[in-house]
């Protein structure tokens, strides 16, 4: 039996990945944020935690989980085409190679660690999300969706800080990173939560779709069901 899909969710899909992509990149360059410093990736990748919210809401928990795995899919493949242009060698008239290096090359810990981080942060924005739509018998969409990225960002930040840097940075350090990380991610999903609203109400109209997880393993690893 062939199954359609929704355009919505497909473009939901590949913005989603997109967005993995461009923080991944922007994270190699620290900003400031008044007086906090962020890898850049904080500017976008927050808009991934928002459609995994949108995808959650209207679809539900099993589509997420495949989105999810989808963009570590995407991750992963980046990664080694990233790697595999690194080491071929340069045109002898080309003398970018260490900039190169620097935007696009990781240490495998740097990699393992986001990879980690993405894996349980999504996951837990997902189930949490998904939990508290049931238990709220689908109201109050602007709690579930705050609460549900304050601990998939929190569990996000606390891991890749940690797998990263321990070891490198003194406690105190890593810890303010962690909290400074989850923070303005989270304040940032609650300043664009009026726009989020708004989207979920017109995918929700046009897709005619608004699903409640009521049965549904949150085994991670079920991606066969969707």
Not at 140 to 147: C, G, H, K
Request: a positive charge; hydrophobic letters at 60%; proline letters at 4%.
């Amino acid at each position: 039996m062939k199954r359609s899909v929704s355009v919505l969710f497909m473009l939901s899909g590949i913005l989603f990945a997109i967005c993995l992509l461009i923080s991944n990149i922007l994270a190699t360059k620290i900003i400031l944020i008044g007086s906090w410093a962020a890898p850049a990736g904080v500017l976008i990748f927050p808009i991934a935690y928002i459609i995994n919210d949108v995808i959650v809401e209207v679809w539900g928990y099993r589509k997420a989980r495949l989105i999810i795995w989808s963009g570590f899919a995407v991750n992963i493949l980046a990664v080694l085409f990233f790697s595999l242009a690194i080491v071929i060698p340069a045109a002898p008239f080309w003398h970018n190679q260490e900039a190169f290096n620097s935007i696009l090359g990781s240490t495998p810990r740097i990699i393992f660690a986001s990879l980690m981080a993405y894996l349980t942060g999504s996951f837990l924005n997902a189930i949490v999300m998904s939990k508290i739509k049931v238990m709220m018998k689908g109201r109050n969409f602007s709690v579930r969706a705050i609460l549900s990225t304050l601990v998939g960002e929190a569990a996000d930040s606390l891991i890749f800080i940690f797998v990263a840097f321990a070891g490198n940075l003194p406690f105190q350090v890593l810890i303010g990173m962690v909290l400074t990380q989850a923070f303005l991610k989270t304040i940032y999903e609650i300043i664009i939560l009026p726009i989020t609203i708004l989207v979920v109400k017109w995918v929700k109209r046009v897709e005619g779709a608004d699903t409640y997880d009521v049965e549904v393993s949150y085994n991670p690893f079920l991606i066969s069901q969707v």
